[in-house]
Nanobody
Framework: QVQLVESGGGLVQAGGSLRLSCVTSGRFFSTYTMGWFRQAPGKEREFVAAITYHGGGGRSVYADPVKGRFTISRDNAKNTVTLQMTSLKSEDTAVYYC???????????????????WGQGTQVTVPS
């Protein structure tokens, strides 16, 4: 059973930074496209960022609200995907989820339905 475990969430003041990490178990991490999603209170879960596996060139894509502030990266040797978040705003407050697309697609998808595996989430709070 593949498991995704997020860490790094917490409380940070507006304008600050946080670094989220997601460690994935198993031998096939390098073949997964990895994504980050978030869900704010009372809202639907939304796409944040994704990075393809090597077959897709390791390309990254971002949702417009986080473009230029968040950076997704991966370390295949450590089975880890990271979301570096800077210039945080109150509207970034949400539970952040790591997800894996295990279908070896060469494009990084934005739809939840493309992702097979999910972590339990980590809370990020940016007070207004």
């Amino acid at each position: 059973q593949v498991q995704l475990v997020e860490s790094g969430g917490g409380l940070v003041q507006a304008g600050g930074s946080l670094r989220l990490s997601c460690v994935t178990s198993g031998r096939f991490f390098s073949t997964y496209t990895m994504g980050w999603f978030r869900q704010a209170p009372g809202k639907e879960r939304e796409f944040v960022a994704a990075i393809t596996y090597h077959g897709g060139g390791g390309r990254s894509v971002y949702a417009d609200p986080v473009k230029g502030r968040f950076t997704i990266s991966r370390d295949n040797a450590k089975n880890t995907v990271t979301l570096q978040m800077t210039s945080l705003k109150s509207e970034d407050t949400a539970v952040y989820y790591c997800a894996a697309d295990a279908q070896m697609r060469t494009d990084a998808g934005r739809a939840e339905s493309l992702y097979d595996l999910w972590g339990q989430g980590t809370q990020v709070t940016v007070p207004s």
